[in-house]
């Protein structure tokens, strides 16, 4: 007994009042995780929904529309998607969108990544303007549109 006369908690029954409280807080902590994740996902399907109402834009004829199309996959969060599409189109709306790339990307990949698209981009709209002489030069088979492998 206590020296006042009461009798001292065992282990037994300070654990029973604290497992309450426990199991309150982890009950709430995994309410709070799924909800995030839910949230999340949501947030996934809306910007899928935007890209698609935007999808349209990428196949009309005017250069503006595309460009449009191309910075909202940006700031949608697909800065690699709108940099593949325009390098499978070999598409000149998209030369403002590679440049701000190139130049703020967070990420390195997509940055050497539109940096590359839009030298070729140069070199494609090079040689489509070239005199027609110089893209089949007599001295050799065609001008390389690619880069030469490294020699390190």
């Known amino acids: ?20 409280l426990v199991s309150g807080v982890l009950i709430a902590r995994i309410g709070l995780w799924a909800t995030q ?18 999808r349209p834009l990428l196949d009309s004829e005017k250069s503006q529309d595309r460009e449009f199309a191309y ?5 949608l969060g697909h800065e690699e998607l ?3 599409m325009i390098s499978q189109n070999q598409d000149e709306a998209g030369k403002r969108v590679l440049s701000d790339l190139a130049a703020t990307s967070e990420k390195n990949s997509t940055r ?6 839009l030298t070729s981009l140069k ?5 489509d303007n070239a005199d027609p002489d110089y893209k089949n030069p007599p001295f050799g088979d ?8 490294s020699t390190r």
């Open 142 to 149: 065609t001008i390389p549109t690619t880069k030469p492998p």
């Open 82 to 84: 709108a940099v593949r």
């Open 1 to 20: 007994m206590a020296p006042d006369g009461k009798k001292s908690k065992d282990i037994w029954e300070k654990l029973a009042s604290i497992s309450s």
């Open 123 to 127: 070199r494609i709209w090079f040689l």
């Open 112 to 117: 050497d990544y539109a940096k590359e698209t």
């Open 71 to 75: 910075s909202a996959f940006v700031l």
């Open 37 to 54: 994740a839910y949230n999340y996902r949501q947030l996934e399907i809306n910007k899928l929904a935007a890209l698609d109402k935007f």
